[in-house]
């Protein structure tokens, strides 16, 4: 059981380009911690993402972007799988960590940890350690967090028989369900919308029984870009970004493939990818993602991902 630390400053970390099940952990966090006057504010590395943008507004709350940790007691980390997804943030060692995370394989070591694999949202999460200190859900609170797992549920696609009793609670609580669908409602920009469109145009495409396996690389956007291929009717999409000091890789899987193959991206291959990226990957059985700053790799961790996905699936054909 995760106890708020009464007495101590603390920060609440979220992962870069912070999306909205993140900033809704975050917010109904704060407000949480508000109630029991407990000071805190929330930190997040580089930027938060468009879509996210509106859900902080709705808070009320304020961030910091690369806050110093050194003027913090305690640091929760929130959504988060890996440290390079804090960066250029460094979790001090001298500070309490309190680490909330419904990814798998996550790889940062807390004082205090709450890890739930089959959690489908943070935000699922957060609920239970408000209600566990005895934070009245108001209104704002349960939207925050109904906003959170919409979202990270592709709008109840993913959900489970324990998110739907959680919802029900959510709404018992007052929640909006059309106010929050509303929310989290965030029609892609056009800069959004032309890198998918590139994406899907330089693929390199492969087959194995009836499934299409594709690989692209795009300039940004790559979550994005993967999704909307898996939506396009890829049963597996991996997609590559190069930015100035990083690379990033995310990829997708359809829900037709992971019951029928048993294929599960973090367990599979993003969280074996350490050794070769020299960063850390995690995701879930859907989802995976990788940051490496050792971006002269890249070659060497296509062929990897490309190895361990015929090694779970079998000999891929190119098209």
Known sequence: MIRFPKGKKTAILVHHNADIDAIASATALLLGFGQKNIRASIGIPNSIARQAKKLLAYSGCNIKINPDLNNFDVVFVLDTAVPEQLYPIKLPIDKEIYVIDHHENTKIIGTEEYISPRRKATCEMILKVLKDNNVRIDKKIANLLLAGIVSDTNHFRLADKVTFKLVVELLNYNADLKFVLDLVNNPPEFSERLTKLKGSKNLEIYRYKDYLIVFSEVHNHEAAVARGLVSLGADVSVVFTEKKDELRVSARASRTIISKENLNLSQNIFSKLKEVSGGNGGGHDAAGSLNTYH????????????????????????I
């Open 295 to 318: 971006k002269e790799r890249k070659s060497d961790i296509k062929k990897f991902i490309f190895e361990k996905l015929e090694e779970k699936l079998g000999k891929l054909e190119k």
